[in-house]
């Protein structure tokens, strides 16, 4: 009798203790990830999108596009309607060329004219009428010259508005293409192929998850203990009874207290109000979103 009162002694303490090491933890929590929506950015039907839940992505990289043949079509036309107004501007230095080739000719019959009457052979007043010519030449190309850059300039203004709507339309037929913006992993497939795509349609959620994020909760008491860029020791289930042990760094501190979430404990057996922390874990494969996991302070 009294051996079994030992052996049950025994058997006691050895589970205390290993009910003590399981507990012995500073904090618990659940790995989440950074999760991005990609949402569609023009309108019309996805006629190709070429990726499954789980496929990992890399930045930059094209997955698909959506219908562009009118947003072009309407690109055609307003580069049509640019040209045939560029067309009415008037070419000024082959309207002034006229003007121009008088103005010179008169010069040259000024100079003659002045060499004749250097020699008796003309009058001042034939000289005057070719000066007077000239400037009357000279005032009608500036009034000219004047007339078409005030027309060219008009032409301009009024084409373009037409250029930004161009513009507006390159953009459009870039954003149709679907281009994934971040690496990481699919999440969830919102739409397919030949469906009808809305500016802000959701097409997919992706994730990097080669960092992952335990966010966990401290109590009031643990608070003065922790501080930004604090390592850790973050603890997994290895599926038999122990666990696997990763270093983290503690990214966030939440600066207002709130209740205790009912799936979570602490080390203080769910004190009535914790801190919620951030916990940077580098992930090789192990971790996954919803994940369980404990963290020790070192």
């Not at 008037?90 to 060329?97: A, E, F, G, H, T």
């Not at 004749?116 to 000279?138: R, V």
Request: with cysteine; hydrophobic share 35%.
């Amino acid at each position: 009798m009294k051996n079994i009162q030992i052996i049950l002694g025994v058997g006691l303490l050895f589970f205390i203790s290993c009910k003590n090491d399981k507990n012995s933890f500073d904090a618990s929590g659940s790995f989440e990830a950074i999760e991005t929506i990609i949402s569609a950015e023009s309108n019309g039907t996805i006629k190709e999108f070429n990726l499954d839940e789980g496929d990992v992505l890399s930045a930059g990289e094209r997955i698909g596009y959506i219908d562009t043949v009118q947003t072009y079509l309407k690109k055609r036309q307003l580069e049509a309607q640019v040209g045939a107004g560029l067309s009415r501007k008037p070419n000024i230095p082959v309207q002034l060329s006229a003007l121009k080739e008088q103005i010179n000719h008169l010069e040259k019959e000024k100079l003659r004219t002045q060499n004749l009457i250097a020699g008796d052979a003309a009058t001042p007043k034939q000289l005057d009428d070719i000066e007077a010519q000239i400037k009357l030449l000279q005032r009608q190309l500036e009034a000219q010259q004047s007339s078409l850059s005030i027309s060219n300039q008009s032409i301009g203004k009024e084409v373009v508005p037409l250029e930004v709507q161009i513009y507006q339309l390159d953009d459009q037929l870039q954003k149709s293409k679907i281009i994934n913006p971040i690496q990481g992993t699919v999440l969830t497939k919102y739409a397919e192929a030949n469906e009808a795509a809305t500016i802000g349609k959701p097409l997919y959620k992706i994730a990097d998850l080669s960092n992952m994020i335990l966010r966990c909760y401290i109590t009031g008491s643990q608070l003065p203990n922790v501080k930004l860029n604090q390592k850790v020791n973050v603890l997994t289930d290895d599926g038999n009874g122990g666990y696997i042990t990763t270093e983290g760094i503690i990214t966030w501190i939440n600066d207002k207290a709130e209740f205790t979430p009912k799936t979570i404990q602490t080390k203080d057996e769910r004190a009535n109000q914790v801190y919620a922390i951030k916990v940077k874990v580098k992930n090789d494969g192990r971790y996954k979103i919803g994940m369980y996991g404990e963290i020790k302070f070192i």
